[in-house]
DNA sequence: CGAACGACCTGCAGGC
DNA sequence: TGCCTGCAGGTCGTTC
């Protein structure tokens, strides 16, 4: 499901129902996700306030006084607010249970997912290695030139890295691409920097309007709705494959870039 | 150092 | 209906 507009979807969703309340229970289903959920979770939260939560990337930071919960949803994730009386179903690995029978709920099939305790999270590993958030002034087509040097790596792959910008999945990766008119097979190190600054301007733009869309996900999400999401409306590559592109008619094309899925209009696209 | 690739895990669609 | 294959929103760790 998520991808960084996802993920701040979720945060927004989940905060008004939890911030400034006690922990009073936490049960770990399955302490199997990405990495072992800490054996002392419930100990670090039970009787803590919840003070905020941030979202850092698509990892989302439930901070207390003590520390951090951090939570990551992998590639199926999905937080939800319900109440101890609904059974619980399957693939629901973690209940984070509140004073008020408040029930933040992970539900996670593949297991990617990961909740971590950090006592100071911008010193936690995973997270002191990410580079700047892709909505900050902080990333600019100047910052992603200087990070290309002369990388002869995908430009999607760079944009994908974590190392070098936060939040850009692989169905962003290729929408950016095309907003910007960029090959995404064009080695990183040979674009210029009007290049890069159509490309930046381009992920923050497709960002923001997914934010605005409410992060709107392909299958699941849409589904439950019963709506026709962001995707139906705005995706203009990603699964496209064969199907005209919307600037010129082209049919749009399909490649494995770092293994992964990847869509553009080689007309549009240089 | 950079780049490529396997690994983790489940569910689903499609072909036979 | 059932079995098999390939594919899916992420990203770390290993290998070359």
New binding site residues.
Partial sequence: ???LP?VETSRRGISPHIVGKVFKNVIVRQP?L?WPVPDNLPALLIGQTLQSVERR??YLLLNCANGSLLL?L???GNLRITNPELAVG??DHLDLVFADDTVLRLND????GAALWAEQPSQHP?LA?LGPEPLSADFSGEYLQQRA?S????IK?LI?D??IVVGV???YASESLFLAGLHPER???EIDLMGYQRLATAIKTVLQKAIEQGGT?????TNAEGKPGYFQQALRVYGRRDQACIDCGEPIQHLKI????SYFCPVCQH
């Fill in positions: 499901m998520p991808e996802e199997k990405r990337g698509k990551h992998g590639m199926s399957k693939h099939p593949r297991k990617f995973l290695v040097g990388r002869r790596l995908p792959s994908m974590s190392h999945g692989n169905i080695p990183a190190g996900t392909l299958r699941d999400f770092g293994q992964r899925a």
